[in-house]
Every structure is written in structure tokens, then in C-alpha cells.
């Protein structure tokens, strides 16, 4: 590693930039700028299966590139060109993924010590269904020889532990999203604009529940949409929302052209979703679930989901009957729809778990994650010894 008295510098290198990491990334680079770290972003386009969701977005301040993609069937392999815009790295932090070429280039160096490469990931494919038997191998070889290790959660560190990678070089990050948007944004829907709000979607119902996300195969849609016909008998006034974009999306418009009490809204993001939270009791997911269990603990609307092997790590946030619900047989339609109706027609057992949902929102935030992750920076350059736990900010007030 670089010595002397310049800055530390930093990259992180993403294959795209979804629209969710925004405030994550400004966060970041305002921690590391306090710990006097040179942060630079490097990011490039989707590809074809990820385009689809229709939420990738661009950053003045970062470095946008041109990947090159490789198809082979329905593999795709990734070629980042963006060497020159690495040089003077003290540490260079890359997706965990057999299909990033440059991963590989950089892995040599590391070996060579030219220079310090961390992974940032699951630790291994969730979706074990979608997952390359032969990429997984060298996922699990290269993950073991790295200098450093950004997991998503706990349950990822726990993965990366079971590679045989040394717990002192770790950093659990804790996953989030930037709910404190979404609860400031919350609070400026009026009751007033609220009604006048679903007058304009057609809804006159309270019993209004609400996806939002990609919809594509792994969300489990066409369950859902078995599940709302069967809810809609039990609760004669049910109403359903759908926000997103997908592969799959032609499914929900067909059902919304037939139903009156199914609205398809299309892909929105950020603040403009919270309206559709406010007016909603209820959140339907059971297929995959990932960060948007955060925005259900923001905005008070709890998640009922299913057990699947294939959800994402922030899947451990979730705690059962006491912020959301994961039912344990995931093809059991009549018990998730039952499930749906009891929770929107008794108030006392719904308060219970929005109750939790409010107490969730304050430990899984974007200011943690933030914090987490330049601090685990901090450690990888040296600046910080490893090992050695970190010290909120509330404890370092108390001790001063």
C-alpha cells in the first residue's frame, strides 16, 4: 500500500447504478471526505435482464463507463474498462460475482500486492435456482482471497465466515435504503390529500393493499394474483395496487384490465411511492424479498411473505408476527389469503405489527450503512486497527 503523506483513495467499481444506491454513495463519499479518503465511483449500463426494472440513473460526481457485455445464452459476462481510472488506489471494492472479468484482473494484483481488493456482497447466489454450478465454485475460491469482505448483513457475514475468511476482516454493513426520504415525504400526505388521492386512482376502499418492486419470475406474480382473486371473496371491498416494471409485468396489466379493484401503476421510485403506502394497510410479496422490506418498516406497512430459500439477505430484518409475516408454506394459497384477511379486518392484530415496524425503522438506516461501510474502509487502508469495534456517535458523545 501507498505510503507518505498523500490521501488514502478508494474505489468502489459497480456494474450499474440503480437509483436505490444514490443517497447511499453521497453518504459514503461525505464519511470518507471526514476521515480524509479520497472516494471515486466507478459504474457502468445494466444489462439486458436488469434493464427491464427501468431504474438505473446517473451521478455527476462519479465516473460513468461503457461496459462491454458478452452473451452466452443466458449468461452474461462483463468487461469494465476503467484501469486508468484505478491508478493510486489504496483499495479497490468490487462486486462479489464470477461474471465481472475485471474481478479477475484485479484478484492478480491483489495476490501481487499492488494493490488491496475487497468484496462487496451476499457471499454467495441466493437464488441458488438462477445460479452458475461452475461460476459458484469460483465465486467461493475468489471470496477467500481477498484482503477485505463488505457483507450485506449478518447473515452474509456468516456465509463468508463458513468460506474459511477471517471474522477480523469482515464489515458487516447492514443493507439499507434512504427510509429517512421516505418518512420526511410521508409526512407532508394530509388526510385531505390522501382522500383526494385515491379518488383519483377509482379506490374508495380501506382494505387496500399494495407490491411494489421488479416483477419478474421470482416474485412469485402469478401466485399473487391468484391469492388477491381469493382475498377479494373474503373481503368484498379489497383493493390491490401494483408498482414496477418487469418481464412479468404484462401479467398484472392483463389482470388490471379485468378487474376494476387491481391498479397497475408501473415503475415509480423513491417518494413518489409513498402515497401508495400511505393509502395502503398491507404489503404483498411472496416471492423473492430484498430491501423493500425496509420501506414497509418506513412507512408502517407491514410485509406478509412466504419461506423461500431464494430471498435476499435483508430477508433476516424481518421478525415473524412481529413486523411482518412469513408464512411457512409457500404454495399454501388459501393460507396466505387468509392471512391477508384477518390482518385487514381486525385492527388490534395489525396495530401489533405496525408497532413493530416503527421500532425497526430506527436501526435499519442508510446512515448506519454508511457509517458501517467507511468505517470498515477505514480498517482496510490501515487508518483504523483491525478488529477493533467501532463507536457510534452516541458513544462518543457520552464518553466525551
Known amino acids: 500500500m501507498s505510503q507518505g503523506k498523500r490521501r488514502y483513495r478508494v474505489a468502489i467499481l459497480y456494474k450499474s447504478l440503480p437509483q436505490y444506491r444514490r443517497r447511499f454513495y453521497e453518504l459514503l463519499?461525505?464519511?470518507l471526505e471526514e476521515r480524509d479518503i479520497d472516494f471515486v465511483l466507478i459504474y457502468g449500463q445494466?444489462?439486458?435482464?436488469?434493464?427491464?426494472?427501468?431504474?438505473s440513473i446517473e451521478l455527476e460526481w462519479a465516473h460513468k463507463i461503457e461496459n462491454k457485455i458478452f452473451r452466452f445464452g443466458s449468461r452474461e459476462?462483463?468487461?469494465?474498462p476503467c484501469t486508468s481510472l484505478l491508478r493510486d488506489t489504496d483499495l479497490v471494492i468490487v462486486e462479489q460475482a464470477s461474471k465481472l472479468l475485471i474481478n479477475y484482473y484485479l484478484m492478480f494484483q491483489n495476490q501481487l500486492g499492488i494493490r488491496r481488493i475487497a468484496f462487496w456482497g451476499h457471499g454467495r447466489n441466493l437464488q441458488a435456482h438462477n445460479a452458475s454450478w461452475s461460476g459458484e465454485r469460483v465465486k467461493a475460491w475468489l471470496s477467500k482471497r481477498v484482503y477485505w469482505w463488505f457483507a450485506y448483513n449478518e447473515?452474509?457475514?456468516?456465509?463468508?465466515?463458513?468460506?474459511?475468511f477471517p471474522q477480523e476482516r469482515i464489515t458487516s454493513v447492514q443493507n439499507a435504503i434512504d427510509t429517512q426520504q421516505l418518512v420526511s415525504a410521508s409526512e407532508a400526505w394530509t388526510p385531505e390529500k390522501l382522500a383526494a388521492f385515491k379518488q383519483s386512482l377509482g379506490i374508495?376502499?380501506?382494505n387496500v393493499c399494495l407490491y411494489t418492486g421488479g416483477i419478474y419470475p421470482e416474485k412469485r406474480i402469478p401466485f399473487l394474483l391468484q391469492v388477491c382473486s381469493r382475498i377479494r371473496e373474503l373481503v368484498p371491498d379489497f383493493q390491490m395496487i401494483f408498482i414496477g416494471a418487469g418481464m412479468d409485468d404484462s401479467l398484472v396489466k392483463e389482470a388490471a384490465s379485468q378487474h376494476s379493484w387491481?391498479?397497475?401503476?408501473?415503475p415509480k421510485f423513491e417518494t413518489e411511492k409513498v402515497p401508495y403506502f400511505k393509502i395502503s394497510k398491507l404489503f404483498l410479496m411472496p416471492g423473492l424479498v430484498g430491501l423493500a422490506v425496509l420501506d414497509t418498516f418506513a412507512l408502517g406497512v407491514p410485509l406478509i411473505t412466504t419461506k423461500l430459500d431464494y430471498h435476499s439477505p435483508e430477508i433476516e430484518y424481518l421478525v415473524n408476527r412481529e413486523n411482518g409475516v412469513m408464512l411457512d408454506d409457500p404454495e399454501d394459497l388459501e393460507a396466505y389469503a387468509q392471512t391477508v384477511a384477518q390482518l385487514l379486518t381486525d385492527d388490534q392484530q395489525l396495530r401489533i405489527l405496525q408497532e413493530g415496524c416503527q421500532k425497526a425503522k430506527l436501526t435499519y438506516t442508510i446512515e448506519e450503512m454508511a457509517e458501517r461501510?467507511?468505517?470498515g474502509i477505514s480498517q482496510a487502508i490501515g487508518k483504523e486497527n483491525p478488529g477493533t469495534p467501532r463507536i457510534s456517535k452516541e458513544e462518543q458523545i457520552w464518553q466525551s
Open 46 to 55: 445494466p444489462g439486458h435482464s436488469e434493464a427491464v426494472k427501468k431504474d
Open 373 to 375: 461501510f467507511a468505517y
Open 262 to 266: 387491481i391498479n397497475y401503476i408501473g
Open 204 to 206: 374508495t376502499s380501506d
Open 29 to 31: 463519499k461525505e464519511r
Open 155 to 164: 447473515l452474509s457475514a456468516r456465509i463468508v465466515r463458513e468460506l474459511g
Open 77 to 80: 459476462l462483463y468487461w469494465q
